[in-house]
């Protein structure tokens, strides 16, 4: 069965599973004892730190372990922002980053910091401008990913970083995806990762400080990793980690690999808006991660979307509301402006074979088809309905009075039922004339208005009702 979301956890490495299971019969010590278990124990956790601070580009000094990437980041996130607490209090960070910057950024808020989010273009990318405008005197730390976890996009670390030191502010770069293609360019401050995501086992984060950069350890701690993760370390998962993650960057078939990859994924990009009608790919199409991409279905449940691929074989994952036990919409596609329903997200692991993707083609056009139909979108086509001419429309003169709307009860119906009941009805109303959607989904903010850009139609705003919201939609064609 193929496996397409190595963004979530990739398969453990042949490597990290050797590693593993060698390391459970010498590494079960404590490193801090001097007795000869507690040496050789010792000798494996440095080992495997030198072998990661190499990887990220860092003194194995400055790096420490902890039990996770969420760790990493809410650690380094309290560190950074308590050292600088005297310079200022505001923390900057990209509308899309990962939501343990969010829940960080929650925290250092309720105990009296303030945060300012970045705002991001259509392809999920903040600009380097944007951020210059943003720093500050009483800037203490700004967060942003290397690349983003749902649609692969890559940010502009190093112009970022460039303009961190030139107004002396660190930077904290989450490196959770990127890490196994290569380091991190330019002059962060901290960066952490997660093992998982590139095939060590789960369990395992990596927090790098810069010397230089001021920290401040928050809650309890003890000796162990320099102070910044207390409690006693899993040595063989951080063998397994460090040791999978050397072999991934040191084998010369890495650079081969990640290019194929990233025809593989260029291939999906291209051929999904040809195979399904009402497609959007999301994402940076050129600065992103080789393996992933994302792209959202018009009309498409997302959960019964990935129901049905998992029953025809592949294993994918989905930012869309409709997979989601909060019914809110992701906050990467939210914050992009993008299509939320029937979204999905390929990532592909190492070693991904050309025939599984080829099935994938194959095998999505005709699940895609039948949840629309379940839905009742037309078969002919899920737009032909807006493009239809309403009767009189030719005849209508310019001066013609304000054209009537019409109003569409969608309350109590989730996505992507208040998409489609707005698609069946755009062409009663004549050119000019509107359509008033009510419903209390929080994806209908999201949906309509991506709905209205994907058919040309004119999205005119949303309005308070009795229960949820209003959205009118004018018709432009």
């Known amino acids: 069965m193929p496996y397409f979301d190595a963004a979530s956890a990739a398969p453990l490495h042949p490597v990290a599973r050797e590693a593993l299971l060698a ?57 950074a922002l308590a050292a600088r607490r005297r310079a200022g209090r505001r923390l900057l960070y990209s509308a899309v980053e990962h939501s343990c910057v969010l829940h960080a950024a929650e925290v250092h808020e309720a105990a009296g910091g303030s945060r300012t989010e970045l705002a991001v273009d259509r392809t999920g990318r903040v600009a380097p401008g944007e951020v210059a405008a943003a720093l500050g005197p009483d800037t203490a730390l700004v967060a942003l990913q290397s690349a983003n976890h749902e649609v692969g ?24 995806q990127s890490l196994p293609w290569g380091p991190v360019p330019g002059a962060w401050s901290l960066l952490t990762a997660s093992a998982h995501k590139w095939g060590g086992p789960p369990g395992v984060g990596l927090l790098a400080v810069r010397k230089g950069t001021r920290f401040a350890p928050q809650g309890p701690r003890d ?33 081969d690999e990640a290019a194929r990859l990233r025809r593989l994924v260029d291939r999906i990009r291209t051929r999904v808006p040809q195979l399904v009608p009402d497609v959007e790919v999301v994402g ?8 992933l991409v994302t792209f959202s279905c018009l009309y498409v449940d997302g959960e019964a979307l990935l129901h049905e691929l998992d029953r025809a074989g592949f294993s994918v994952s989905s930012g869309s509301s409709c997979t989601s036990s909060t019914l809110t919409p992701s906050h990467v596609l939210r914050a992009m402006g993008v299509l939320s329903e029937g979204n999905v997200r390929v990532s592909l692991p190492y070693g991904t074979a050309e025939a599984d993707v080829e099935r994938f083609l194959e095998v999505l056009p005709r699940v895609v088809r039948a949840v629309r139909e379940r839905l009742g979108v037309p078969a002919a086509g899920a737009g032909e309905a807006a ?13 013609a009075a304000e054209p009537a709307g019409l109003v569409v009860d969608s309350l109590g119906k989730r996505c992507p039922v208040p998409v489609i009941e707005l698609a069946k009805v755009i062409g009663e109303v004549p050119v000019g004339g509107t359509v008033t959607v009510l419903s209390d989904d929080e994806a209908a903010r999201q949906d309509i208005p991506a709905w209205c850009t994907m058919r040309d139609q004119e999205y005119v705003g949303e309005r308070a009702a009795e229960r949820g919201a209003a959205y009118v939609v004018r018709r432009r064609a």
């Open 387 to 399: 493009e239809a001419a309403a009767p009189g429309d030719a005849s209508e003169p310019a001066e």
């Open 284 to 291: 940076d199409p050129v600065r992103r991660l080789p393996h």
């Open 153 to 176: 996009t890559a940010q502009p670390v190093e112009e970022v970083a460039a303009l961190c030191r030139e107004a002396a502010v660190p930077l904290l770069v989450d490196a959770a």
């Open 23 to 79: 390391s459970l019969d010498e590494g079960w010590a404590d490193p801090a004892r001097l007795y000869r278990e507690g040496r050789r124990a010792r000798l494996l956790l440095d080992a495997a730190r030198e072998a990661a601070a190499e990887a990220v580009g860092c003194r194995p000094d400055e790096l420490v372990f902890t039990p996770s990437g969420t760790q990493a980041v809410h650690t380094g996130v309290s560190g």
């Open 223 to 255: 000796e162990r990793e320099s102070g910044r993760s207390a409690g006693f370390e899993n040595i063989p998962a951080v063998v397994a980690a460090a040791a999978s993650l050397r072999a991934l960057r040191a084998g010369p078939e890495t650079g």
